[in-house]
Structures are given as structure tokens and as C-alpha cells.
């Protein structure tokens, strides 16, 4: 069916059916289509151009910070996987494995990549000699392929998934963990500053950091049906994939000595999140910091006023584009207004500023805040200023609204029954004293598909409660329970 004869409104609820919502504000605010083969999406442009801005502040970060980029082979040949058992445990179900060049059999089996530590180890160990070479910090934009996702969610779940994976080398453990702090701080500032949504810093449970870490820390952000998303990790790994891969170098004592490394990594699960937190039931919702066009300005005329209004209404965008503020002119003759409000409301634009005749006869316009309708007008004089201060407004009204979405959704357990109790009544995040059993998880993931998405960064903080919620026993931390995407 052509876009022209699709019903233009978004006909599910976000709050009664969030499934079909998603999925049909991906399709209808043209994020994404699906592909023919089951589980793989095509980004179409205006999703892209989401993805490209999410990227470009991560990328200016971690330049900043020392970081360069690089690209590494999306084959790696299985002998370089199996140096690492841990990644090939890790990863063995979800590999996709090319076997055939053309006609002729590979003599090895070649891995799409899952994630590519055992491809770019190898080369940072190549590359690195002395202390001198230290730190070593590359990072890839790319895509990766995990063969795990059976129901697929665009952004949220797909075969093949957009991300960037940093990996660097240190001389000792307090350089590589003052990397991976560095980095899970700078997730945490996208999501603050970009997304417009509060996130919660922690450490996944043993049982479920990264295949041969050391230790995994996480961003983790609620979205509005009580879920969570696991929305970034930073791992320092320790030294295992250095000796795996023989990251040596020599010391200024002149001796030689194993690298500390780490790796990190977001995904375009980010954009799943950002359509799941502030979309609503006529469409899409951005931020004004990722709106591919912040502001759309709509001239409204009779044929008596069309000149005149579409004159003035061109000026407006015209020097809003100058000033560097990303704005659409939507002049068509062959749309209603209220039809190009709809249009704009679906697809997300953050302001429009409407221009009929009595703007015209006053020397103002009209503002409409994309979140809530709110309506302002204001004159015309100052105008980039008057629009970057209702920008700035409608970022701290979607922050505020998805900060609230978080109050109060983090609540204590101290038994088994009180977390299903809670979880299944609420959502959100329980909190409760834990021994660090991963077997206690299972009772709780059988019964409502919740799990332990991280406990606190500080190793030494104590426990919530003396008891774990589960098996009575000592508690050694306090985790943090919920249902995830």
C-alpha cells in the first residue's frame, strides 16, 4: 500500500497494546521497515538521520578523550574466536558462520561478528610495544550479527544491530578501570543530555556480565510499561583477552608486562528506548538535540493572503536555517494545515511555528510544543533566540516527564513472594538483599520473566537487607530486580 493511502494516525494504544503502538510508530513516523528475511530491519533515512546524530555526540566525546577510530574485517576466522574460549561459550548460539566463498568451501569457517574482541586484539597487540604505546584507545562504528532474536522488536531486538565497540589497552588495572568509568560516564551523559532520559548506573551480576570480563558495568533506563533496558555497557576485562592474545609490553622497569583492556559499547537499542520513553499516541516524539528537523513552519492562508504569508513564512525559516537551527518550511498547496500538523505531530518534529495572516499583521508567530500542544505567541523580533529558548523547554519537558516516569518505580523486597508481588503489580525496579547465588535468579525469572539487571558499582556497599529475598541466606550485595526488553 502506497503512503499516500495509509491511514495517516496512529491507531493503537501506547498504554492498552505497547506492542503494535512501537511497531506502528516505527512504520508510519518512517524510522524502519522490515526486511524480507525474518528478524533484519532497513533503517529508512529519517531513522538514520536519528542514528547519525545519537552518533556524532558519542563520536566528539570520545575523540575528546583520547579515542580514534578505526574499522576491523565483519569476518573473523574461527581459530581467532577459539582463542578466547570464554567469547566462544559466550557466543557459540548466536554466530552466524560463512562456509562458502562462491562455490569452493572455506578451509575455515569464517563468524559474522558477534562483537569483535578476538578480531581486534590481535592487531592492538601488534601495535602496542612499549609503555610508551599505552593507552591504546580504537573504537568501530559498525554492525554486528547475533543469531539469537526470535521475536524481533526494530532497535530493540534484530539479528543485525548498529553499535560502536571501543577497545583499549592500559598499562595496569587503575588505567583500564578509569576507562571503563570514563566511558559508562559518557552513556550516561548521552542519555542525560541528549535523550532527555534519567538513567541508573550499575554492575551486571556475575552470571551475566560479558563473556570473559572482569567486570561489566551498565546504563539501565525504565521505560513507561514498568521494563527495563539494559541501554549501554562498559567492561574491563581484566588481562584475560590480553593473554589470550598476547598484549605485552615492555615496562619502564624494562621488564615485560601484561595489558589491562577493556571494551565498550551502545547500541541503536538507544533508539528503542528514546521511540519507547517519549512517543505518544499521535506518533513519534524526539528531542529536539535528534530531530532530524527541529522545527516545521506551517503558513496558513486564503488566497487573498498567500503571498503575503508565505513571504513572512519563508523569512522565519529561512533565517532559522541560517542560525543553524534545523527547520522545514512546509508550504504545500495541496495539504491542509491540519492535515500538515498531523503529519508533523506523527513524525516527530519538536516545534512548529504556525504564520497566518494576523502573525502577519502583528509581527509575531505562533508556537506549539510537540509534547503537549502547549500554544505561545511571541514576536517576531529575536526570533532564533525566542525558538532555542522553546527547544531548551520542550527538552526539559520530555526529561521531566520520563524523570517521573522513574520516581517512585524503585521500591524494596525482602522475600520471594514480595518481588513477584511487586513486579507483577507495578513494574519497575525491586530492589532487595541478594547472596549472589545466580540460581536464586531462576524462581523469579520462571515466574514473571524478571532478573537481576545490575547491582551497585561499589563492590563494598552493603546490602539493602541482611537476607537474600529468595533463599534467606547472608546477603553480599543488593540487587536490583526487573522485566527486561
Known amino acids: 500500500m502506497s503512503e499516500d493511502h495509509q491511514e495517516l494516525g496512529i491507531t493503537e494504544s501506547k498504554e492498552h497494546a505497547t506492542g503494535d ?8 513516523a518512517q524510522l524502519a521497515d522490515y526486511a524480507p528475511m525474518g528478524g533484519f530491519i532497513v533503517t529508512r533515512p529519517r531513522g538514520y538521520a536519528v542514528w547519525e546524530r545519537l552518533r556524532e555526540h558519542l563520536d566528539g566525546w570520545f575523540k575528546d578523550t583520547g579515542v580514534q577510530n578505526a574499522y576491523f574485517p565483519l569476518f573473523i576466522p574461527e581459530s581467532y574466536l577459539e582463542r578466547e574460549k570464554d567469547v566462544v561459550e559466550g557466543f557459540d548460539p548466536e554466530v552466524a558462520w560463512v562456509t562458502h566463498g562462491g562455490y569452493e568451501e572455506l578451509e575455515e569457517r569464517l563468524a559474522v561478528r558477534p562483537t569483535s574482541e578476538s578480531i581486534i586484539t590481535p592487531f592492538i597487540a601488534r601495535w602496542v610495544r612499549s609503555h610508551r604505546d599505552l593507552p591504546m584507545r580504537v573504537n568501530q562504528w559498525c554492525s554486528v550479527v547475533r543469531w539469537e532474536a526470535t521475536e524481533t522488536k526494530p532497535f530493540f531486538r534484530t539479528k543485525e544491530f548498529l553499535w560502536q565497540e571501543g577497545h583499549t589497552a592500559h598499562a595496569d588495572l587503575a588505567g583500564a578501570m578509569d576507562e571503563t568509568m570514563t566511558r559508562l560516564d559518557q552513556y550516561e551523559r548521552l542519555y542525560e543530555d541528549v535523550l532527555a532520559m534519567p538513567a541508573l548506573k550499575g554492575r551486571k551480576p556475575p552470571h551475566d556480565k560479558f563473556p ?16 527495563s533496558v539494559q541501554a ?31 571494551s565498550w559499547g551502545i547500541s541503536w537499542r538507544a533508539m528503542g528506548a528514546l521511540i519507547m520513553t517519549h512517543s505518544d499516541d499521535q506518533g513519534l516524539v524526539l528531542p529536539p538535540t535528534l530531530a532530524p528537523k527541529q522545527v516545521v513552519v506551517v503558513p496558513i492562508w486564503q488566497e487573498d493572503t498567500k503571498d503575503e504569508v508565505l513571504d513572512y513564512a519563508a523569512d522565519l525559516a529561512a533565517e532559522l536555517d541560517e542560525a543553524g537551527v534545523r527547520t522545514r518550511l512546509d508550504d504545500r498547496d495541496n495539504r491542509n494545515p491540519g492535515f500538515k500538523y498531523n503529519e508533523w505531530e506523527l513524525k516527530g518534529i519538536p516545534l512548529r511555528v504556525e504564520v497566518g495572516p494576523n502573525e502577519v499583521a502583528d509581527d509575531e508567530l505562533t508556537l506549539v510544543h510537540r509534547p503537549d500542544g502547549e500554544e505561545a505567541v511571541e514576536d517576531r523580533a529575536g526570533l532564533v533566540e525566542t525558538v532555542e529558548d522553546h527547544l531548551d523547554t520542550v527538552y526539559a519537558k520530555l526529561y521531566a516527564r520520563a524523570e517521573q ?32 547465588d545466580a540460581d536464586c535468579e531462576d524462581p523469579i525469572k520462571e515466574a514473571i ?13 552493603e546490602p539493602i537487607h541482611d537476607e537474600c529475598a529468595v533463599c534467606g541466606e547472608t546477603a553480599t550485595e543488593t540487587a536490583f530486580w526487573a522485566q527486561t526488553y
Do not use: N
Open 21 to 28: 503502538w512501537y511497531a506502528e510508530v516505527v512504520q508510519k
Open 212 to 227: 570473559g570480563a572482569h567486570t561489566t558495568t551498565t546504563i539501565e533506563t525504565l521505560m513507561p510499561d514498568g521494563k
Open 232 to 262: 549501554a555497557t562498559s567492561h574491563y576485562l581484566g588481562t584475560s583477552f590480553a593473554e589470550a592474545f598476547d598484549i605485552t609490553y615492555v615496562g619502564e622497569d624494562e621488564r615485560d608486562r601484561t595489558a589491562h583492556t577493556t
Open 405 to 436: 516516569t522513574l520516581e517512585g518505580e524503585i521500591r524494596e523486597a525482602d522475600s520471594r513472594e514480595e518481588i513477584l508481588g511487586t513486579i507483577g503489580q507495578h513494574g519497575g525496579y525491586v530492589k532487595t538483599g541478594w547472596c549472589g
Open 449 to 461: 520473566a524478571a532478573e537481576i539487571v545490575m547491582v551497585p558499582l561499589d563492590r563494598d556497599e
